[in-house]
T-cell receptor
Framework: AQSVTQLGSHVSVSEGALVLLRCNYS??????LFWYVQYPNQGLQLLLK??????LVKGINGFEAEFKKSETSFHLTKPSAHMSDAAEYFC????????????FGTGTRLLVSP | DAGVTQSPTHLIKTRGQQVTLRCSPK?????VSWYQQALGQGPQFIFQ???????QRGNFPDRFSGHQFPNYSSELNVNALLLGDSALYLC???????????????FGPGTRLTVT
């Protein structure tokens, strides 16, 4: 069975600072990994995905994530935070075969202060 | 190109009642998945429909049932509502080819269900 763990339910940064949101996964087979963002009272928007191609994945809004098999991690980063980045971020894992259900982490709320 | 749409946006029901939520997938998609997101939690997989059949099911009781129509739209039905069913219900669509998904899942805005 697959699972993801997101360390830190809340992360606070200043505008312009580095954003680092942590995600560790557990999977018995090669996984597909995703980061989604959720703004208040909205659905989920895909930020980026890892599907066994390049280990460094670039997404929308300046976010990127690196798949590290040795560390079973898929941390999300952004060099410079913007006020509009304040939202809830979810890491998710699925198998790379079959009809995949997404297994989500519990989420990390990113707070950005001026 | 319309994305995933869900209706209604909000819903208030009383314990014991039944509710039906609706989802229209993104144009070109044929697979619909439903997720329940309780307040402060990540989404939990309920079930997935493909070719009008339930293909996968998460750890949810039989009170949760669904249907997919020939036009790929889908309904989620919940019977005998409990207070704990209060949540945001998210629909996601994707495109499948046989056993594999060709595209990632695209999510709708959700239906906020409140059970009193």
């Amino acid at each position: 069975a697959q699972s993801v763990t997101q360390l830190g339910s809340h992360v606070s940064v200043s505008e312009g600072a580095l954003v680092l949101l942590r995600c560790n996964y557990s999977s018995s087979v090669p996984p597909y990994l995703f980061w989604y963002v959720q703004y208040p009272n909205q659905g989920l928007q895909l930020l980026l995905k890892y599907t066994s191609a390049a280990t460094l994945v670039k997404g929308i809004n300046g976010f990127e994530a690196e798949f590290k098999k040795s560390e079973t991690s898929f941390h999300l980063t952004k060099p410079s935070a913007h006020m509009s980045d304040a939202a809830e971020y979810f890491c998710a894992v699925t198998l790379n075969t079959g009809f995949q259900k997404l297994v989500f982490g519990t989420g990390t709320r990113l707070l950005v202060s001026p | 190109d319309a994305g995933v749409t869900q209706s209604p946006t909000h819903l208030i029901k009383t314990r014991g009642q039944q509710v039906t939520l609706r989802c229209s997938p993104k144009s070109g998609h044929d697979t619909v998945s439903w997720y329940q997101q309780a307040l402060g939690q990540g989404p939990q997989f309920i079930f997935q429909y493909y070719e009008e059949e339930e293909r996968q099911r998460g750890n949810f009781p039989d009170r949760f049932s669904g249907h997919q129509f020939p036009n790929y739209s889908s309904e989620l039905n919940v019977n005998a509502l409990l207070l704990g069913d209060s949540a945001l219900y998210l629909c996601a669509s994707s495109l499948a080819l046989g056993e594999a998904l060709l595209e990632e899942q695209y999510f709708g805005p959700g239906t906020r269900l409140t059970v009193t």
